[in-house]
């Protein structure tokens, strides 16, 4: 009885500190979404929450991307998902304050921004047995590849008389500057898989998957909504409303899975790379920092797209207890090749993994992943990942959470004329993203 109490307030802790985060925090370098996308990695709810772990605990029909040799492993059961996906962005930019020595005082909030963008992914999969033994997996899933969403708005104050002569009180707005840039890319994976099982705690499964991108529109905004006729601290940047069709591509996943024992899992997949150029492309790079740049000499540079989605190599192993400590423990590494596209690096990244589950049977999960950045002058991130889950009969909800935050320095984005600035300006970029699935396997 002491055992469940206990067990009981470690649970309802455990959900206390998943409501904190998920109200009280909100990837970095949504900036350079437009150029570079978002995070590719939109596994499920189940290998988020255990620090995007996708190679060897995707569930549900994310298998058909990520590691369709997993397809198999679900035996005679069949299944349908559904999942929705939600980033919130929370953005702040400032200037440096000096006195009137020169010398540095602070920085100053100027800028923030806060944004959010939704989309669903779903699909079918199912597996059957052959030749008694053996089984054959399939799979349908439909997910985003990538976000080029971004949204920025500032307010630009100055000092203005108001109708009777007199000055306000405190600074009025003279004018909005806007950029915003809305789309992404939607994924359909297709994907089947053979176990070979070759005693029973040892078998080897290879997997195969088809992935094709959907066609969209890319839309590009820049406003400067000027109140007053008279104001000089706005830009003179113009108005651009532009429109751009992105056309569809594909890339082949292979996969497979080799079970050792019954505890350790090992697996390895390859992930081509897939390449969306329009012909009308304008891309400028900052020279002394080697980050995008969205104003070349005053002219608006974002012409069309250039993007790549990274060529990805995976290795991942798992550990299982017994069913007497069901406690597992994951770790797997990605390795992004981008083909010397656009200034990007080849990198890295780290992931581990856990999932405990209590003697109530509620799992409890989490993880952390360690990113090295393909952006030159942007240092690496450290992402938290946390999760639980309920199976009701033949419904299995998961829930999952990833939290980072990062600063990096980057040049005003509308610039006033005579208002020149020696040093970059400060961003600081914190995202939270959560997904919320659910399975129903019959």
């Known amino acids: 009885m002491k055992n469940l109490i206990i067990e009981y307030k470690s649970v309802m802790l455990y959900r206390i500190l998943i409501i904190i985060f998920t109200f009280s925090l909100v990837s970095a370098q949504s900036l350079f979404n437009r150029w570079n996308g978002s995070n590719s990695f939109v596994g499920s709810a189940r290998s988020t929450s255990m620090g995007e772990t996708h190679l060897l605990n995707s569930s549900g029909s994310s298998q058909a991307r990520f590691n369709p040799s997993s397809l198999s492993e679900n035996g005679k059961l069949m299944g349908i998902n559904f999942q929705v996906n939600s980033t919130l962005i929370r953005e702040r930019w400032s200037m440096p304050v000096r006195d009137s020595f020169g010398e540095f005082l602070t920085n100053a909030d100027y800028v923030a921004n806060e944004f959010n963008y939704y989309n669903v992914s779903g699909g079918l999969m199912g597996a059957i047995n052959i030749a008694k033994k053996h089984t054959l997996g399939l799979g349908f899933n439909y997910a985003p590849l990538t976000n080029f969403t971004y949204r920025y708005s500032e307010e630009v104050r100055g000092s203005y008389s108001i109708e009777d002569g007199e000055y306000a009180s405190k600074d009025p707005i003279v004018g909005y500057q806007n950029l915003n840039s809305e789309g992404g890319l939607m994924l359909t994976s297709i994907g089947s898989s053979f176990k070979l099982n070759l005693s029973e705690n040892n078998y080897i499964s290879l997997g195969f998957a088809n992935n094709m991108t959907l066609p969209a529109t890319l839309k590009d905004k820049v406003e400067v909504d000027t109140l007053y006729s008279d104001v000089t601290n706005l830009t003179a940047m113009p108005d651009i409303n532009a429109n751009y069709e992105i056309p569809s591509s594909s890339f082949l996943t292979f996969s497979s899975i080799m079970k050792l024992n019954s505890k350790i899992n090992i697996g390895i997949s390859f992930e081509q790379s897939a390449h969306i150029k329009l012909n009308q492309e304008n891309i400028a790079i900052d020279s002394s920092s080697g980050l995008y740049l969205f104003w070349d000499n005053n002219n608006f540079t974002i012409n069309g797209l250039n993007y790549i989605k990274p060529e990805i190599s995976s290795f991942g192993i798992s550990y299982k207890s017994d069913h007497n400590k069901p406690m597992s423990i994951d770790f797997e590494i990605n390795n992004l090749s981008y083909k010397n596209h656009l200034n990007l690096l080849d990198t890295k990244y780290y992931k581990f993994g856990f999932e405990y589950i209590t003697q109530m049977g509620t799992p409890i999960r989490g993880g952390l992943i360690y ?53 970059y300006d400060s961003v600081r970029d914190s995202q939270l993203n959560f997904q919320l699935a659910i399975t129903y396997l019959y």
């Open 371 to 423: 990113k090295k950045m393909s952006l030159p002058s942007i240092d690496p991130i450290s992402i938290f990942t946390f999760g639980t889950g309920k199976k009701i009969s033949n419904v299995i909800i998961d829930f999952s959470g990833t939290y980072h935050m990062q600063t990096f320095s980057y040049p005003d984005l509308f610039v006033v004329e005579g208002d020149i600035r020696n040093t």
